[in-house]
């Protein structure tokens, strides 16, 4: 399964839209502050001079909304995401600075080519005029950019309670799917009918497996909702199941499990491998595999997680193996826990011996 990568900024259709009326409403009121103080004064706008302010203030305005939105199309693109707050503070200002000068430099434009001022476009009329407009400048940017990011932060906690949500209910199907499969006629029966023939020959250990099966059971039933459960709590409820299943099948079902004592903390999904063993259990014995034998080794390198488990048993078909219920749904889980970042992959692998083995490997994020 490939790693998906999404847009981790939100700027879409809605927003622009507020950000361009916003925008707007702070222009007109500029707009009229500057009229109705002419009007005050002794020296009032004329008609013709109203009309070329308002020419002026049109041109400005689509000018810097230009300007504006090629900062926030970089603020997404560049600034936003784990880069340091004294950085983005930084640019952010240098880009509101360069605002106030870009927009004095295309005023002196356009009353110069446009309405034909008589004023001259020179450094330092551009200069002067950029610190005059300033604090309008500031103030227009950093609400904008600040609209931006409040805007984003909404969208990502609505998206986290919509995944919150799918990822409870995903867990909860997890334990219903893993108590219909222990809660099985099938299994029961056979764990019963093996742990009463167990009771004539060894009653310490058919009191053991009563207790196994009692525990797999609770345990499935008491996992907390939460995301991830420490990899001890999970191989502990493996090593259950896996007890109860070689009862059934005595010396015919062997396994072992490797994994570092460093890693026993790692947070890892619940109910992870148990869907990936009952399939091997279930697909591996046939005729010419009458004795199966499963190896999970648990690996760590440049901060992943890496589990591989194998099994000598039934080769998978040639054609793209169709994945079971309790497979899909750890398919699922991880892609909503790991949003993508994870990879899983079963295939025949060449043993040394010139047979072929089952490996389903996962390379996952480490969590502590």
Known sequence: ????????????????????????????????????????????????????????????????????????????????????????????????????????????????????????VTFDSVYIRGLNGLSFNFFVYFSMVAILYAYNYLQKEKENEIQQMHLTNQLFDSKIQALQSQLQPHFLFNALNDISSLMEEDITKSQDAIADLSDLLRDTLNLTDSKFIPLDKELELLKKYLQLEKIRFDDKLQFEITVAPELLSTKVPPLLLQPILENAIKHGFSLHHDVLTISIDITTSQENIHLVISNNGQPLPETEPVMGIGISNILSRMDSLYDGNFSFAMRNVEDQGGGQKVVTEMVLPMVR
């Open 1 to 120: 399964m490939e790693s998906r990568k999404k847009n981790p900024f939100y700027f879409d259709k809605k927003l622009l839209q507020f950000l361009l009326f916003f925008y707007l409403i702070a222009y007109l009121v500029d707009f009229l502050g500057v009229y109705l103080s002419s009007l005050a004064s002794t020296d009032p706008i004329q008609d013709d001079s109203l009309v070329n302010l308002l020419i002026n203030y049109v041109f400005y305005y689509f000018t810097k909304s230009l300007y504006i939105y090629l900062a926030l199309v970089f603020t997404q693109k560049y600034l936003f995401g784990g880069k340091r707050i004294v950085l983005k503070s930084t640019i952010h200002i240098l880009l509101a600075f360069l605002l106030s000068f870009y927009t004095s430099f295309v005023q002196l434009l356009i009353s110069k080519h446009i309405i034909g001022s008589a004023i001259e």
